[in-house]
């Protein structure tokens, strides 16, 4: 099988081209320091032939943290000697890591950081809710800055690259979609491109400019949003082909924002699940339980998109066609048949995982062994709804 042939990102040999996806861990205390949960969570994946892991995001301030409690902090020098462990671990497997990291924006809320919630412009998200604080142009090269050091802590501590979480309606996203930027300073968006990229631009640059050409840069980006102004395919193309001119060494291609988070990973909608676990659903009265189950639940269903196998694929396809840059597709990859075909035909250069190795940590090994080999998720969602929770990411429905 082709997906199984050594090959490169920037300049990291890989075992083969499946990369396992950035996904949240809730795994680390209440600092953002690793806790044995998430060492050998990562050990396993590399224990079970992943060609390279991507990291769930890490906060590079408190002030970008998300709302969901565990998640891990690249802020600080002091933290380095914890994550030199967690790469430590991986490597000896042969296997390689990436930390993604990544400043939540509007998408958090003051009760978890403590910390007013920011954004690129005062639309609120509208799921999270917050009227965020306006960032003042320092206050943008200060977070640039500090995306610059979290890059070089990430590169004390062993990884093998970042990547830059630009998707999912997080702050750098929001610079680039017109939707939320409605900024008319030099970080607003572009008249010509129709896209914001001055903010992402200038982290690039600052961490070049830190670790050096030798450091694996990666990027997540969204190819399209739900919101009533959507990002158009022509707007893709221009932030591909921004992206063409830069030291970008692999782009991620997936979908979305947390305002429809349902949409990103797609599936079932758990609505009994929401309705007891969700922070903004939760609730003891009978009343707002029936009140958001009859009418809140079916227009968010109204939304969600279904889940077709390898339903991003035909934008790492698209995107193959503007960049020189390997392009990873994440989304819906279920069988070894679907992941050699996308590889073979060369729609795109890796592909990502998460699901599936939540599911069966070993689903690498198994599809090695097997060509046929079907995942058996069931795609009920319950891990991500249980991201809001104090659990830890885990599969709870593995027979």
């Known amino acids: 099988m082709e997906v199984f042939e050594t090959t490169k990102i920037g300049k990291c040999e890989l075992k083969n081209r499946i990369?396992?996806?950035?996904?949240?861990?809730?795994?680390?205390?209440?600092?953002?320091?690793?806790?044995?949960?998430?060492?050998?969570?990562?050990?396993?994946l590399a224990q079970n032939e992943v060609g390279g892991i991507i990291t769930g995001f890490s906060y590079i301030s408190t002030e970008g943290k998300a709302m969901q409690p565990g998640q891990a902090g690249i802020d600080s020098e002091e933290k380095i000697p914890y994550f030199i462990k967690l790469t430590d671990n991986v490597h000896k497997h042969n296997c390689k890591i990436f930390m993604q990291i990544a400043h939540t924006g509007r998408q958090t809320r003051k009760q978890e950081t403590g910390k007013d919630v920011v954004g690129c412009s005062p639309k609120k998200s509208f799921y999270f809710g917050s009227k965020p604080k306006v960032l003042t142009s320092r206050e943008i090269?200060?977070?640039?800055?500090?995306?610059?050091?979290?890059?070089?802590?990430?590169?004390?501590?062993?990884?093998d690259g970042i990547q830059i979480h630009?998707?999912?309606?997080?702050?750098?996203?929001?610079?680039?979609l017109p939707s939320i930027n409605t900024r008319d300073d030099e970080f607003g968006v572009d008249p010509k491109t129709k896209i914001g990229t001055k903010f992402l631009d200038l982290i690039i640059d600052k961490i070049r400019q830190k670790c050096g050409n030798e450091f694996s840069i990666l990027i997540k980006i969204s190819w399209g949003d739900d919101y009533s102004d959507k990002f158009s395919k022509g707007q893709f193309v221009n932030l591909i082909s921004f992206l063409n001119t830069k030291m970008i060494d692999a782009i991620e291609i997936s979908y979305g924002t947390m305002d429809y988070a349902?949409?990103?990973?797609?599936?079932?909608?758990?609505?009994?699940l929401i309705l007891s676990k969700n922070p903004f659903y939760k609730t003891k009265s009978r009343f707002l339980k029936i009140l958001n189950k009859t009418f809140v639940f079916?227009?968010?269903?109204?939304?969600?998109?279904?889940?077709?196998?390898?339903?991003?694929?035909?934008?790492?396809?698209?995107?193959?066609?503007?960049?020189?840059?390997p392009v990873i597709s994440v989304g819906g990859f279920r069988g070894a048949d679907e992941i050699e075909y996308s590889i073979k035909t060369k729609k795109t250069d890796f592909v990502g995982l998460s699901r599936a190795l939540?599911?069966?940590?070993?689903?690498?090994?198994?599809?090695?062994?097997n060509g046929q080999?079907?995942?058996?998720?069931?795609?009920?969602?319950?891990?991500?709804?249980?991201?809001?929770?104090?659990?830890?990411?885990?599969c709870y429905t593995a027979s």
Do not use: W
């Open 19 to 44: 990369i396992r996806s950035a996904t949240f861990e809730g795994m680390c205390d209440e600092q953002g320091f690793p806790t044995s949960d998430y060492y050998s969570f990562y050990e396993k």
């Open 141 to 159: 090269y200060e977070i640039i800055e500090q995306f610059g050091y979290s890059a070089l802590y990430a590169k004390e501590a062993g990884f």
């Open 166 to 176: 630009a998707a999912h309606g997080y702050l750098i996203h929001q610079f680039i």
């Open 262 to 272: 349902l949409n990103v990973f797609r599936g079932d909608f758990p609505a009994d």
């Open 298 to 325: 079916p227009f968010f269903k109204i939304k969600l998109k279904p889940l077709k196998p390898m339903y991003n694929l035909e934008y790492a396809v698209l995107a193959k066609r503007y960049t020189h840059i």
């Open 358 to 369: 939540i599911n069966e940590p070993d689903f690498v090994k198994k599809i090695k062994k």
């Open 373 to 394: 080999y079907i995942s058996k998720c069931k795609n009920c969602n319950y891990c991500a709804i249980m991201c809001d929770t104090n659990n830890i990411t885990k």
